[in-house]
């Protein structure tokens, strides 16, 4: 996801097209990842968690090899949306087979392990990215995706396990293309109603025509007697709640990480390796609270360590209004540790309580629901600002502090839902035992 962002600029250059036609190399990847996740509970019971994973992953792997060679932006962005059907079944399987594994009550020290890779990714990316792009070309931010997945395909085929797949009915084919096609037409309004004006008779067609057809999605899930989704599971408060403020905290820094190499490319003049090399600072914040935070999560409980995390993210993106070409890049750098450091104690909190009281059943369903949000809503984040940014012409320093302030009023809005609406009750069973145990079914627990 984050890897191609430094190589945006170059990308708009070589492509000779604006950023508002070269982000969607972005937004289709998470689009087609957010379409494809909701069958991946269908299909994983259907076929087998394993056999699953390792389709998934051939075809990421195919897929990267073929961006990696497009000859156009359309070309690159089809591959990319090829790419991302392989990703929209690689996540929630993989969420699954963890959660399955794991009890509650082993799950912060599992998070505490398993939040350095998972958030290190987003941090690193932007180095290795400005590397390739820079000494080689950007087709290798695509093709070095092509060795490492031969490997991991054999690996999983040698080692990972297969989960007994369930008799499953027929797949909601209907809701699949609800789902899709509002999503899609909510993403195209957001993303071209800076360009066309937000009144032109397209932007609001489509965005009037996403929002019904996410409604109708939602109101056949919760009567559907088997859904693409399963709406249903979202009575449980505490899967509801994190899942809100996941969206409206983890997910609005994951799109500040898409807009910042941009930022710092276009208005700081830097390259995309100082670019890159700036924005890592990010993982040394996420080491630094996941090892600290994340410590305090059995004492603090989901709660108070989401609201910490996202009254740090609040203070990390509205610092980004004092930033301009004439800022430190040491202080930058400390800004992105800052932000790290909030990301990994939402991000953790969150992980670690979201499908505590989820049966073993219903995992794979419940895993499925909160990937599409996740991907969803950072897609929408990753919309939002450039659509900000876009829209303000020449003024560049101007617009990309616009964005960051709408950035910042959404982690504050995400920090008070999370106050209101988590229970740290109903995620006891997380907050005990977390060093010691032995793994179990989740029904069992």
Not at 163 to 179: E, F, M, W
Not at 212 to 225: K, N, S, V
Not at 290 to 308: A, D, K, N
């Amino acid at each position: 996801m984050h890897i191609v962002n430094v190589a945006l600029p170059t990308l708009s250059t070589d492509f000779d097209a604006p950023l508002s036609d070269v982000q969607w190399t972005v937004i289709a990847y998470l689009l087609t990842l957010a379409v494809v996740i909701p069958a991946s509970g269908w299909i994983g019971d259907r076929i087998g968690t394993k056999r699953t994973f390792l389709f998934a992953l051939a075809l990421f792997t195919l897929a990267s090899a073929l961006c990696g060679a497009a000859q156009s932006l359309p070309q690159l962005v089809a591959a990319r949306a090829l790419q991302g059907v392989g990703g929209g079944l690689l996540t929630p399987i993989g969420t699954a087979m963890l959660y399955r594994a794991y009890g509650p009550e082993r799950r912060a020290r599992v998070a505490r392990t398993l939040i350095l890779p998972i958030l290190i990714g987003p941090g690193a990316a932007p180095i290795l990215g400005g590397v390739l792009t820079e000494t080689l070309s950007w087709r290798w931010v695509f093709f070095i995706n092509v060795p490492f997945g031969i490997a991991m395909v054999v690996f999983a085929w040698l080692f990972v396990p297969e989960h007994q797949p369930s008799p499953h009915g027929r797949l909601d084919v209907a809701g699949l293309i609800l789902s899709g096609a509002g999503l899609s037409a909510l993403l195209y309004a957001i993303s071209e109603g800076s360009i066309l004006g937000w009144a032109a008779p397209e932007v609001v067609a489509s965005g009037l025509g996403g929002i019904g057809l996410l409604w109708l999605f939602a109101h056949r899930a919760l009567r559907a007697e088997e859904p693409i989704l399963d709406l249903r599971l979202l009575r449980d408060p505490l899967l509801r709640s994190t899942n809100i403020t996941f969206t409206l905290t983890t997910a609005v820094f994951l799109g500040s990480l898409y807009l910042t190499p941009i930022f710092l490319q276009q208005v700081m003049g830097q390259s995309p390796i100082e670019s890159g090399t700036t924005t890592f600072v990010e993982v040394l914040g996420v080491a630094a609270g996941s090892q600290t935070l994340g410590r305090l999560y059995p004492r603090l409980g989901p709660r108070l360590l989401c609201v910490l995390g996202g009254i740090t993210l609040t203070i990390y993106l509205a610092l980004f209004l004092l930033v301009d070409d004439s800022t430190s890049l040491w202080l930058v750098r400390a800004l992105m540790f800052f932000g790290g450091v909030g990301n990994a104690g939402t991000f953790l909190a969150i992980q670690t309580s979201m499908f505590t009281n989820i049966s073993s059943a219903d995992t794979g369903h419940a895993s499925a629901i909160y990937n599409t949000i996740r991907q969803s809503s950072i897609a929408i984040n990753i919309a939002i600002v450039t659509s900000i940014v876009s829209a303000a012409g020449s003024t560049t320093l101007t617009a990309f502090h616009q964005a960051y302030l709408a950035a910042a009023i959404l982690a504050l809005t995400g920090t008070i839902l999370a106050w209101l609406l988590i229970d740290n009750k109903l995620a006891t069973k997380t907050m005990i035992g977390g060093s010691s145990g032995q793994g179990s079914d989740l029904g069992a627990t």
